[in-house]
């Protein structure tokens, strides 16, 4: 039986969770109007930002406000502060569990610890957490299956630009073969200020101040964020069962702006490129810095902005381009996500 107003129980407050609450502040009633989707954002937690819990619901308006104002959520008026991540993904009072802490690509914690306690106490869950989903996807797959609920990561990859949920719901029943492009929003960002005339440094130091890089940014500019990604794909989409090890991987920090201007000289741009080929020997995963002929769509994806080309048998090419990284955008990926589930799990 649906809940008749889902309550959610948010772990992470860092720039995917602010960027949520952000969207369900301002389009909370269209979403009502649009979607029959009602909802109360129960508790949040969070260990440098603070952890409030109120089964009412909490004033979401209140929380934008006091993060704005003093980064933190410490001096919310009223609701329970002694609780934690773990209490969140226990409580009954909590129907869908977002969580949304960093990505630790080495153990995936603490998101698989939330994920695992989430799906084992019957709560459906949306994740950004790249972590948990490259390294135990089956395993949490089934868990989910068994306890009859929904595990979703639109957010994952492209963040709120549907790559997940294009290749598993829109394109079901294709067999994908390759998928290439760029999957990195911080270093097609910092390649793009760079071929402006910018130093790598200032460039990353505006992609953190813009939220698109990971807590620690070297996940992004040696590569381990796009291989991270490109596991997904494998393990996820074209049914691998690779490790973040098998990804030949090579980031950026070797590329100077000489490269840069020199690749522009031969009519070409400098991309941090993925791949993942299908092929008998089984599945070939790559991220390196590739000079791309300016011919090529993928060398006029300039920014934050990414983009893939799933290769299918049905269909041959399919190419979705949209933001890969940032607050708003990755908040989004969560939103697809719960509504996904109000429509799938609420007899919607
Ligand atoms: N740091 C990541 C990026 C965030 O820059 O693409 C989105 O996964």
């Known amino acids: 039986m649906a809940p008749r107003v889902w309550r959610i129980g948010l772990i992470g407050f860092g720039n995917v969770g602010q960027g949520f609450i952000r969207i369900l502040v301002n389009k909370g009633s269209k979403l009502r109007e649009r979607y029959g989707f009602e909802f109360k954002v129960v508790g949040i937690a969070d260990p440098i930002k603070g952890s409030v819990f109120d089964p009412e619901g909490l004033d979401i308006v209140k929380v934008i406000e006091l993060v704005d104002k003093y980064g933190n959520i410490k001096d919310y008026p009223g609701g329970r502060k002694d609780i934690d991540s773990l209490y969140l993904c226990r409580s009954d009072s909590v129907d869908i569990v977002v969580e949304v802490t960093p990505t630790n690509v080495k153990t995936g914690e603490p998101g698989l610890t939330h994920i695992r306690e989430a799906l084992k106490n019957g709560k459906h869950v949306v994740t950004s957490n790249k972590g948990p989903i490259a390294l135990a996807y089956p395993e949490l797959k089934a868990l989910a299956d068994e306890k009859g609920v929904l595990l979703r990561f639109e957010g994952v990859v492209l963040s709120g630009t549907p790559a997940i949920n294009l290749a598993l719901e829109a394109l079901a029943g294709t067999d994908i073969s390759r998928v290439r492009g760029i999957v990195n929003g911080t270093t097609n960002f910092i390649l793009t200020k760079m071929e402006e005339g910018m130093t790598y440094e200032d460039a990353l130091k505006e992609a953190q101040r813009l939220g698109y890089a990971e807590a620690d940014p070297t996940a992004d500019v040696e590569g381990w964020d796009a291989a991270v990604k490109a596991v997904i794909i494998a393990n996820v989409l074209m049914g ?23 690749a522009k000289e031969e009519g070409c741009r400098i991309k941090l490129i993925a791949e993942v080929v299908k092929g008998d020997e089984g599945i070939k995963a790559s991220v390196k810095p590739r000079k791309v002929p300016l011919t090529d769509p993928l060398a006029n994806v300039m920014g934050a902005i990414n983009a893939l080309t799933f290769e299918t048998d049905h269909l041959g090419p399919v190419t979705i381009v949209g933001p890969g990284a940032g607050r708003v955008e990755t908040g989004q990926a969560i939103l697809t996500d719960v509504l996904a589930i109000h429509r799938y799990a609420g007899g919607r």
Request: no cysteine.
């Open 240 to 262: 691998g069962s690779i490790t973040i090890n098998d990804v030949e991987r090579e980031g950026i920090t070797k590329v100077t702006l000489d490269d840069v201007r020199k």
